[in-house]
């Protein structure tokens, strides 16, 4: 499975838009970008994924690259809820039995 | 929103005994799955199930492990004989239909603690 890098914390203003970044250069045509996130004390929770086309739904946003070699997870406006561990994970033809391979994430603190 | 249930959310045990952790997963999925997380460290994958049969395992799910969906309803793992290492958080997840475009619904975790 190919591998991704993601900032290990990242700070934000309640309130204020978030970007959490990830890189996966060695990503490959087939694979999908999803995130996940764990919040304290509790199972992680999908937020969002992709292929190619920028995503957007309820929880979040989820910005591509033309390339595919980076993405961005995107919170409007982070809220104290959305403090968490944020997992980008790429899902290819070999990970179709439900296998998601987690990094350690991003931790995001969010300040009042 | 449905969602994944397990019980106990916490579970004590000695080395040695067997545990059984029990999952409700969500009543229309078809594929079911358990990861285990040791404190501070990353979410592991276990096992993966569907059809009454194991899809894939990893290295870490030994002959000690083994998981059953006894009735229409439970996905239950057994640890045969806990080791003081199998002290984890132990969650468990479910889908409607398996691909690499689907998303995954997890429970809220059972810790085990092997004393």
């Known amino acids: 499975d190919a591998k991704t890098t993601q900032p290990n914390s990242m700070e934000s203003n309640e309130e204020e838009p978030v970007h959490l970044p990830c890189n996966h250069s060695?990503?490959?045509?087939?694979?999908?970008i999803h995130w996940y996130r764990q919040l304290p004390s509790q199972g992680p929770e999908y937020v969002i994924h992709g292929l190619t086309s920028n995503v957007n739904n309820r929880m979040a946003s989820l910005a591509i690259a033309e390339d595919r070699k980076s993405s961005t997870l995107i919170l409007h406006r982070a809220t104290l809820r959305d403090a968490a561990v944020y997992y980008c994970i790429l899902r290819g033809p070999s990970s179709n039995t439900g296998k998601l391979i987690f990094g350690q994430g991003t931790t995001l603190q969010v300040k009042p | 929103e449905p969602e994944v249930t397990q019980t106990p959310s916490h579970q004590v045990t000695q080395m040695g005994q067997e545990v059984i952790l029990r999952c409700v997963p969500i009543?229309?999925?078809?594929?079911f799955y358990w990861y285990r997380q040791i404190l501070g460290q990353k979410v592991e994958f276990l096992v993966s199930f569907y059809n009454n049969e194991i899809s894939e395992k990893s290295e870490i799910f030994d002959d000690q492990f083994s998981v059953e969906r006894p009735d229409g309803s439970n996905f239950t793992l057994k640890i045969r004989s806990t080791k003081l290492e199998d002290s984890a958080m132990y969650f468990c997840?479910?889908?409607?239909?398996?691909?690499?475009?689907?998303?995954?619904?997890f429970g809220s975790g059972t810790q085990l603690s092997v004393l």
């Open positions: 060695t990503i490959s045509g087939t694979d999908y």
């Open positions: 997840a479910s889908t409607v239909r398996d691909g690499i475009n689907e998303k995954l619904f």
């Open positions: 009543s229309n999925h078809l594929y």
